[in-house]
């Protein structure tokens, strides 16, 4: 495949416009990259060569022409000097040569319009590696901006599922108290009864220290009343 034919796509399609749609775009950026680099060191000779092409022509084409001239002037000088035979011979060997002067022209056409192309070819080349070069930076930059959000969002989600799980205990821990409380009410209203009595009967102890003690005094003043009279 030849060269232009080989880079055909590279010259007529926006691969910019390609890229926005691919999948992985950076992936795609570094295969890209990677093609052109290693295609531009071709470019780059070819380019040299059909610009050599081109001024070898050029350089054909001009000493053509130079010759032609000079074949003109010769006659010329030669028919001033009243030589018209020698003036003859100049201008058949100038016609002589009409025809490989039309044939270097059309080359030289030729290769010009294909050095052209080829610079062409090799200056996009150059613009699409330096581009690509600059979105995969930027490329790279967004990909890490991404990843770190994305941990950030995840982070976020643990803290979410933490805060879930304590409302949840603190649920758990509400009915528990609630079941307690009630619990403990309940043996409150059991036991009350039983308390009532048993306070009760503490106040009746006839063993209970301080109303012993009043009635010996009782018993005392009883006896001081009764020794006096």
């Not at 000779?45 to 350089?59: D, I, L, P, Y």
């Not at 599922?161 to 205990?169: E, F, R």
Request: proline content about 2%; some cysteine.
């Amino acid at each position: 495949m030849g060269i232009l034919s080989r880079f055909k796509d590279v010259m007529s399609s926006n691969i910019y416009a390609f890229l926005d749609k691919a999948e992985n775009p950076e992936k795609m950026i570094n295969q890209y990259l990677r093609n052109l680099n290693s295609d531009l060191g071709a470019v780059k000779a070819e380019t040299a060569s059909v610009m050599a092409a081109e001024q070898r022509c050029k350089r054909q084409w001009d000493e053509c022409k130079s010759e032609i001239a000079k074949l003109q002037k010769y006659a010329m000088k030669a028919l001033e000097a009243g030589n018209e035979d020698g003036a003859r011979n100049f201008l058949e060997k100038k016609a002589a040569l009409a025809p490989k002067e039309a044939d270097l022209q059309q080359a030289y056409s030729l290769a010009a319009t294909n050095a052209a192309r080829m610079r062409e070819m090799h200056n996009k080349l150059v613009s699409d590696i330096g581009e690509l070069e600059s979105r995969a930076s930027m490329l790279k930059g967004k990909i890490a901006a991404t990843q770190a959000l994305d941990k950030m969002n995840k982070m976020g989600s643990s803290v979410a599922g933490a805060n879930d799980s304590l409302s949840a205990l603190g649920r758990i821990e509400e009915k528990v108290n609630m079941a307690y409380n009630e619990a403990e009410a309940l043996a409150e209203l059991r036991r009350g009864p039983e308390d009532e009595f048993e306070a009760l009967t503490e106040s009746a102890d006839p063993y209970d220290e301080g109303t012993h003690v009043e009635d010996e005094l009782a018993a005392l003043k009883e006896a001081l009343k009764n020794k006096k009279q």
